[in-house]
């Protein structure tokens, strides 16, 4: 097989929502991860027109209030992480950690003791951290006060977050990314931007204001991670789905161009190239508006010119299939963007349908379309793992989802693509941003832990954990 380069990142992806827990511990704030309910329809109550924003303990379970204690047990964990071999560990700073009401002028010295801990415990174990900034968490005041990111007060509350976190951590962290999966609101802009339909979600215009508000707040950290340090390398983070055409049909052919334009290009177009894209006014046109109603100013779009990102991180789970001709009816339900079902692939147990071959045509597109490194920072198989009386699990089939995606990594590798690691998600059973549950596990770590917030919450190693421990050691040439 390809080799990998010699300094390849290996290692695994989390977020703090979805596994500090100690919610409301050292000073930190409520976020929106905190008000968003449990199980398998949180986005559909988190979208009712009456939705509010208000905690209900006894109507909904808050998983990410405890979510697995990583904020007692991160020593553990990350010893964990280092017996697998992890040159990297990719995590999240909780906004609300270090600014619990998100626009105080001063920081909670208490949240980034908690991080400078973190770091330290990750390079004592030789593992480079790789910080995203604003993870699927925001302060919950943000939300309530300004209505979320559609506010442009927001830029400055973020400018000030990511100036203290920088500052205070760039001599140990290299590698950092802005926003997790920013065009993901394509499709649920609750995590990424704090809109719901009660303050405004249902307004595309809402959405694309957002998104133009974080373009400018990440552009304005670039240049404030390179005027500390000009050899850091700030990326940005897409949710990125290969998109097919159902078949042949021109009319399907020009719609699976659309979906790549407004989905998987888009967000990355303005961050990476540093400028909105030819197509934009014919995307936005499609919903009723266009780029001169959006509240932009020359000073803004200079600014994102002169501060494009170092490198692409992206997550990769599925592909795509789109059918605009009425030619199937069956529709790929549950896959994260929709479409029809691909007939050629299987299927998770949550109706995430599995495409290894996509993943080396995500990267071919992605490194031939913007020629900068790229990152595979999230990328795994949620599944119902079962623990037996002697705490193993044997999870052949996460062994066999991953190897397939490392097999077509090193494709791309051998393509050409200047590929910098793998960080596969959830390296540790966690809760599941998308249903929250913890019976969607990833990890190479079972956690005690059911989705009604019962067990020991100890950890066990998977089978999956001695077969990456090998991938690492062999620098991906064992799988």
């Not at 979805?18 to 986005?43: C, H, M, N, T, V």
């Not at 793992?385 to 077509?408: C, K, N």
Request: with cysteine.
């Amino acid at each position: 097989m390809q080799k990998f380069p010699d300094n390849f990142l290996w290692g695994g992806a989390t977020a703090a929502n979805q596994l500090e827990g100690g919610y409301r511990e050292g000073g930190k704030g409520l976020s929106i991860a905190d008000a968003l309910p449990g199980g398998p329809e949180r986005f559909t109550i988190a979208n009712q027109p009456d939705f509010d924003w208000q905690i209900k303990p006894t109507q909904y379970t808050y998983p990410n209030h405890e979510g697995i204690d990583h904020y007692h047990r991160f020593r553990e964990d990350i010893a964990l992480f280092a017996e697998m071999g992890f040159k990297c560990y990719r995590f999240s700073i909780a906004w609300s950690r270090i600014f619990p009401q998100g626009d105080e002028t001063e920081p909670n010295e208490a949240g980034l003791a908690f991080y400078d801990q973190i770091i330290a415990e990750c390079l004592k174990h030789n593992i480079q951290p790789v910080i995203t900034i604003s993870h699927y968490e925001m302060p919950l005041n943000l939300v309530t006060t300004y209505g979320g990111w559609k506010n442009k007060q927001l830029i400055a509350f973020y400018e000030r977050f990511a100036r203290t976190v920088l500052t205070r951590y760039y001599k140990q962290v290299k590698y950092w990314m802005t926003f997790n999966e920013i065009n993901s609101a394509l499709h649920f802009p609750v995590m990424g931007q704090g809109l719901v339909a009660s303050n405004g979600a249902n307004d595309m215009q809402n959405i694309y204001q957002a998104w133009h508000n974080q373009f400018v707040a990440g552009a304005k950290a670039v240049a404030i991670g390179h005027q500390l340090d000009p050899a850091l390398k700030i990326g940005c983070m897409l949710l990125y789905a290969t998109t097919y055409s159902y078949n042949a049909n021109p009319f399907n052919q020009l719609a699976t161009l659309k979906q790549n334009q407004a989905f998987n290009q888009f967000c990355g177009d303005v961050q990476v190239r540093g400028a909105y894209p030819s197509y934009t006014d014919s995307l936005l046109q499609e919903y009723g508006f266009s780029f001169s109603d959006l509240d932009t100013t020359a000073a803004e779009l200079a600014l994102l010119k002169a501060n494009p990102v170092d490198y692409i991180g992206f997550s990769y789970y599925m592909s795509a299939t789109v059918d605009v001709t009425g030619e199937t009816k069956d529709t790929a339900s549950g896959n994260l963007i929709g479409g029809v079902k691909n007939p050629y692939l299987k299927a998770s147990d949550w109706g995430w349908q599995i495409d290894p071959t996509g993943l080396r045509i995500a990267l071919n597109e992605m490194y031939q379309r913007y020629q900068k490194p790229l990152f595979v920072v999230e990328n795994g198989l949620g599944a119902k793992d079962e623990i037996d009386a002697q705490h193993h699990v044997d999870d052949d089939y996460r062994i066999d989802y991953l190897r397939q995606h490392i097999e077509a990594m090193a494709g791309a590798v051998a393509d050409g693509v200047d590929l910098m690691g793998y960080t596969p998600w959830g390296c540790i059973d966690l809760v599941s941003a998308s249903t929250g549950q913890m019976s969607k596990r990833y990890g190479f770590i079972y956690v005690d832990l059911d989705d009604n917030g019962q067990g020991t919450l100890n950890r066990y190693p998977k089978q999956s954990f001695g077969w990456y421990q090998r991938v690492i050691a062999s620098n991906g040439t064992e799988v």
